[in-house]
């Protein structure tokens, strides 16, 4: 790796933002975390940002040379908000970019998708992270964590779809060395875990490791929608459910090389992580 200016990280305080911020630090960057309430990351300089409130973006990006970006959450046109900024950025001295998106959106594809493709046009130096489902979305304070630790119930419209599920530190660990790497990746970049894995795995490997019960629940594509429309916006609610049918039609079945050919070490198995957590169902 080689030494860095300022690097942003926007979301420091999220799943993938705030481990990528303490690798960051920990191998000696300089990192300016930004969140909503600059919330004090170890470290590194806590910033406010939001990614609605312009009035917040100057001073994040204030010396920085290089940007971790986390979109909005629950956004479905997340361009209309990012492109502004990230010309901004360009002008402000950010010559790398390193943009989190997802493996089932491809660029030019709906929501990041359309900031993927205008990547490449701002930045001479970028990245973008397409990883397949976290890990951590079983273990920590997704929506299936919860209903796992409360009911011992995973439900999904991904039948019998299997998925190369990638452990959040795996994709901070390539995520630092799309920031800080001597050469940019210019490129995106696939990230699974080490096996592809269908819903009623998961569920296997949690009533193994943990020793309580959980079952896969199916549900439909419509029901799934309607569950989900509770909690966001209902043409966001159908882009998700409809993730969760392009599963159960193998669009997730796959796995890559891609985290041990960009940190030289293999990807965390998911039983591994479950194993290396005191009942992650119950924690």
Do not use: C, K
């Not at 959040?168 to 390539?174: G, L, M």
């Amino acid at each position: 790796m080689t030494t860095t200016g300022t690097t942003l990280v926007i979301g420091a305080t999220g799943t993938t933002g705030s481990r990528t911020a303490a690798r960051l630090t920990a191998a000696g960057h300089r990192v300016r975390a930004a969140s909503r309430r600059a919330t004090p990351v170890p470290g590194a300089e806590p910033v406010p940002f939001d990614w609605y409130d312009q009035a917040t973006h100057a001073a994040a990006l204030d010396g920085a040379d290089r940007v971790y970006l986390i979109p909005p959450v629950g956004e479905f046109d997340p361009a209309a908000t990012m492109l502004p900024f990230l010309r901004r950025a360009r002008t402000a001295g950010v010559h790398r970019a390193v943009l989190l998106s997802s493996s089932a959106v491809p660029a030019g594809g709906p929501a990041v998708g359309a900031v993927h493709q205008a990547l490449p046009g701002l930045f001479e130096e970028w990245a973008v992270l397409r990883p397949s489902w976290f890990m951590q979305n079983f273990t920590g304070t997704h929506a299936h964590a919860h209903s796992i630790r409360d009911e011992g119930v995973i439900r999904t419209a991904t039948g019998n779809g299997r998925v190369g599920f990638v452990d959040t530190e795996d994709i901070a660990a390539v995520a630092v060395r799309a920031l800080t790497d001597a050469q940019a990746p210019n490129t995106d970049l696939l990230l699974t875990g080490p096996e592809a894995l269908s819903h009623d795995d998961i569920a296997s490997v949690l009533t193994e490791v943990t020793g309580r019960p959980v079952v896969h629940r199916r549900l439909t594509y419509e029901q799934m929608r309607d569950r989900l429309a509770t909690q966001v916006p209902q043409e966001f609610a159908a882009m998700l459910a409809g993730m969760d049918r392009a599963i159960a039609e193998g669009a997730e079945d796959r796995v890559t090389d891609t985290v041990q050919r960009l940190t030289r070490r293999p990807p965390r198995a998911f039983r591994t992580l479950v194993e290396s957590m005191r009942g992650p169902a119950t924690a």
